[in-house]
C-alpha cells in the first residue's frame, strides 16, 4: 500500500507559480512510477505529466514548457512545479502512483491522493 498527500495548491494570478508537492509513504516507493493528474472544470479529469522509476519525466502538451515535474526518492516526494499559468489551469490536483506509468497516462493508477486545489485568477 502507498499513501500520497499532496501539498501547496491555493490561489495564483495568471502568469505566475506555484509548486505542489506529493508525500509518499508506506512501501517501496523507488519502485512506482509517480504523476499528477488534474480535474479542471467541465472537462475529464486528464493526465498532467509523469516520472518514471528511472526520473525521466513526460508531459502533457498543455504542460511541455510550462510544468515541470520531479521525483526525490530521497524524501519520498513527488513535485510538481508550474510556471506561467492559466486560467485554464484551474482544478483540482492529484497525486497519483503506480508500478505501470502507462496506467498513470491512462487515469487509472492503483493509487491516488486527494487532491489539492489550483485557482487561477486572470
Known amino acids: 500500500q502507498l499513501r500520497l498527500v499532496e501539498s501547496g495548491g491555493g490561489p495564483a494570478q495568471a502568469g505566475g507559480s506555484l509548486s505542489l508537492s506529493c508525500a509518499a509513504s508506506g512501501s517501496t516507493y523507488n519502485e512506482y512510477a509517480l504523476g499528477w493528474l488534474r480535474q479542471v472544470p467541465g472537462k475529464e479529469r486528464e493526465w498532467v505529466g509523469s516520472v518514471d522509476t528511472g526520473g525521466l519525466p513526460s508531459y502533457a502538451d498543455f504542460a511541455k514548457g510550462r510544468f515541470t515535474i520531479s521525483r526525490d526518492n530521497a524524501k519520498n516526494t513527488l513535485y510538481l512545479q508550474m510556471n506561467s499559468l492559466q486560467a485554464e489551469d484551474t482544478g483540482i490536483y492529484y497525486c497519483?502512483?503506480?508500478?505501470?506509468?502507462?496506467?498513470?497516462?491512462?487515469?487509472?493508477?492503483?493509487?491516488w491522493g486527494q487532491g489539492t486545489q489550483v485557482t487561477v485568477s486572470s
Open positions: 497519483a502512483a503506480d508500478t505501470s506509468e502507462w496506467l498513470i497516462w491512462r487515469g487509472r493508477p492503483d493509487y
